[in-house]
């Protein structure tokens, strides 16, 4: 028995004045009764062993609890703050992050993209002499936000891959030293960071060889890591799987290891993990690349950009699919063009526009190359005699957006051809100009029935017309003029030595049709006489306004649209114009 329990015992007997001598037995031992003073002894003694126990135990409760909160204490990763570079060596070298909320201007660290390091393994031989390499080498420390494009971690050891822009990459290695008080620590974080996580670095380059990555020969050795914005675990794909080429995942389907094929749709409803890829993401930076090489060649041209109505009270073009909606108790159109703002834009002196824009047609085409929403590249134009003039823009034009690619982003159209093959435009230095029948002539002659020559071309005829003209005359890109009136639209100029047929024009490239365009019918009376042709009532329409600015007067003009998606889609060999929009609208995909 315990000490306490002793002298429970003790005291019991005491107080019931017994005492014993040579061994005599208490009162009741006759019988072999306890009387209540031993019971009470005993219920003593025994409550202060169970006392003692659970003394005991909560202490013992109490130790483990202390060393788990040590352990745990030790294991513990906090998130860390960056305010400056005093704040370093409060810090330690690893950590996520507390939100970013604008706590600090400077932190006294400038970031340094993967492009600025060292020679791109793209680079030519001597590309250091001609300034071609980045500002950042060998013994060099620098900070780099990126993206985790990979990790493997094995025990002290780690080799990250880090990525900024779509394709320039650089290899991270931490090795666990045994006099480092934080390398254990650093090699449990860096286990538990998450692909395509956005991590900050710091570290050292030092000489390495490393084939996987745009930086071939340097390696950053990590003295910091700490993590902006984790990813989840478990992603809707993996990046690298795609950024593989059809032809890549194909060949590996009769492997042990088969490529996963990812479907248009699921890389759509994740669009933002599609466009992570080097290919994607260069798409986007090309379509930019049109849109700026566009507006390069008209401003050269003398042209003013617009930025005309979205909200419209009548259809801009007849024939087109027009999107309604409520405009305050009345009924508004989603412009179909600019069209008609264009060529009121004439009539307000304006003799030469363009507008970068977006345009919705409410079709019902579940095609490759059709959208509900894309973006127009239109311009319009006061001419002199002829609608030529507006063929030499637009030519000129072309020649610039399309030789700009090929000199001045190439890096791009490289990033591109790795996963989609194109071969750049083969382009006439004098435009290419088919007329209808010639056309007709040519889609004849191969055998295609275009019954009285007055019918829209059809798609097949179109590939046919292009391959034919590029095997004819060397080019990729052609105009087609003189279309029939029939098939254009209300405010298209007839042909003067022929009504039946117009003064119209679209442009190919690579067989498809890329652009539309016309001398427009300025005259106000002709113009009602088109519509009435059309069966278009003038103010029913919405177009009252728009005839009473030709009965003001205007200069005679042409000019045209292009479809912006069609024409990155078709340069770049794509399989789907979808690929060419941010985040494309189709009759069966509004989000995301």
């Not at 034009?397 to 989609?420: C, D, I, P, S």
């Not at 007709?440 to 034919?468: K, Y």
Request: proline share 6%; glycine share 8%; with cysteine.
């Amino acid at each position: 028995p315990s000490s306490a329990a002793a002298a429970a015992r003790r005291a019991a007997w005491k107080s019931a004045g017994t005492v014993r001598l040579f061994g005599a037995p208490p009162p009741g031992a006759e019988t072999g009764e306890k009387t209540e003073e031993e019971k009470a002894a005993i219920k003593a003694a025994r409550e202060a062993r169970k006392a003692e126990k659970e003394r005991a135990a909560a202490e013992k409760k109490l130790k483990k609890a202390a060393k788990a909160a040590a352990e745990e204490a030790a294991n513990r990763i906090d998130d860390v703050v960056y305010l400056s570079p005093s704040d370093v060596d409060t810090l330690p070298p690893y950590g996520d992050y507390e939100v970013v909320q604008s706590r600090t201007r400077d932190a006294g660290r400038t970031f340094v993209p993967v492009s600025e390091i060292g020679c791109s393994v793209d680079e030519p031989e001597g590309a250091d002499e001609e300034g071609l390499c980045g500002s950042y080498g060998e013994g060099d420390t620098v900070w780099i936000r990126g993206r985790l494009s990979s990790a493997r971690v094995k025990g002290g050891s780690a080799f990250l891959v880090l990525r900024t822009g779509p394709s320039d990459t650089i290899q991270a290695v931490f090795f666990k030293e045994k006099d480092d008080p934080h390398g254990a620590k650093m090699a449990k974080y860096l286990k538990s960071l998450t692909v395509e996580s956005v991590v900050d670095v710091q570290g050292t380059l030092a000489s390495a060889e490393v084939k996987s990555c745009s930086v071939p020969d340097l390696e950053l050795r990590i003295s910091r890591v700490h993590t902006v914005s984790r990813a989840a675990a478990q992603l809707p794909f993996l990046v690298e799987d795609a950024a593989r080429s059809s032809a890549e995942v194909e060949a590996s389907q009769g492997t042990d290891r088969p490529f996963p094929n990812l479907g248009q749709e699921l890389r759509l409803d994740h669009r933002w993990m599609d466009l992570r890829t080097p290919a994607g993401n260069s798409i986007i930076r090309v379509r930019a690349a049109c849109t700026k090489l566009f507006r390069e060649a008209l401003d050269a041209e003398g042209f003013i950009e617009i930025s005309t109505p979205k909200l419209i009270m009548g259809e801009s073009e007849s024939g087109a699919g027009v999107f309604t909606t409520d405009y305050f108790g009345r009924t508004a159109c989603l412009a179909q063009s600019p069209q008609l703002y264009k060529q009121m834009a004439i009539s307000s002196d304006l003799p030469r526009v363009f507008e970068v824009g977006p345009v919705f047609r409410a079709e019902n085409s579940n095609t490759r190359r059709h959208l509900c929403e894309f973006t127009g590249l239109d311009f319009e134009m006061a001419m002199d005699e002829h609608y030529d003039e507006a063929l030499g823009v637009a030519h000129r034009m072309f020649r610039h957006m399309f030789e700009g690619l090929e000199t001045r982003y190439t890096k791009e159209l490289a990033t591109v051809r790795t996963q989609y093959h194109s071969e750049p435009v083969l382009f006439t230095d004098e435009p290419c100009v088919l007329h209808w029948p010639e056309a007709m002539e040519i889609l004849t002659g191969l055998e295609f029935d275009v019954g009285d020559g007055l019918q829209d071309l059809t798609g097949a005829q179109e590939l046919a017309l292009g391959a034919a003209v590029k095997e004819k005359y060397g080019t990729d890109f052609f105009m087609l003029d003189r279309y029939p009136s029939a098939i254009r639209p209300f405010y298209t100029m007839p042909c003067h030595d022929d009504p039946t047929f117009s003064n119209s024009y679209d442009m190919f490239l690579r067989g498809q049709e890329i652009c539309s365009g016309a001398q427009r019918c300025h005259d106000p009376e002709m113009l009602l006489q088109r519509l009435e042709e059309k069966g278009i009532e003038p103010e029913g329409a919405g177009l009252g306004p728009y005839i009473e600015s030709f009965k003001c007067g205007v200069f005679p003009h042409a000019g045209a649209g292009i479809g912006l998606e069609r024409v990155v889609f078709l340069y770049l060999g794509l399989d789907n114009v979808r690929k060419a929009s941010l985040f494309p609208r189709d009759p069966n995909r509004c989000t995301p």
